[in-house]
């Protein structure tokens, strides 16, 4: 088993930034990709950026790109989704996830094996 830990949400105004940590323990060799989703009230959980543990290869959604980028600190085992000039629109509840598998469609949430309780961002406008 792998649990997942994430912290950094929060309230922040259109414009600003904001550093969202994911921990994992337990069982982390078992992991091949971290992932974050968002979901926001009303909407399905959508695909937001994913890491490869092994190389760092990373994934982005198109409306994220450019404004957010994913890390990994393997020695830490935690991944990190650095958001900047964030908008209204990026409003949601933001939840860690691990994949323990290959082959499998890593922007789909149904891929993925262990969540995180997830932490609120808020941005004003």
């Known amino acids: 088993q792998v649990q997942?830990?994430?912290s950094g949400g929060g309230l922040v105004q259109a414009g600003g930034s904001l550093r969202l940590s994911c921990a994992a323990s337990g069982r982390t060799f078992s992991l091949y990709y971290m992932?974050?989703?968002r979901q926001a009230p009303?909407?399905?959980?959508?695909?937001v950026a994913a890491i490869r543990w092994s190389d760092g290869s990373t994934y982005y959604v198109d409306p994220v790109k450019g404004?957010?980028?994913?890390?990994?600190?393997?020695?830490?085992?935690t991944v990190y989704l650095q958001m900047n000039s964030l908008k209204p629109e990026d409003t949601a509840v933001y939840y860690c996830a691990g994949l323990g598998r290959v082959g499998v469609n890593?922007?789909?949430?149904?891929a993925y094996d262990y969540w995180g309780q997830g932490t609120q961002v808020t941005v004003s406008s």
């Open 4 to 6: 997942l830990v994430e």
């Open 35 to 37: 992932g974050w989703f």
């Open 42 to 47: 009303g909407k399905e959980r959508e695909f």
């Open 67 to 77: 404004r957010f980028t994913i890390s990994r600190d393997n020695a830490k085992n």
């Open 106 to 110: 890593l922007y789909s949430s149904t």
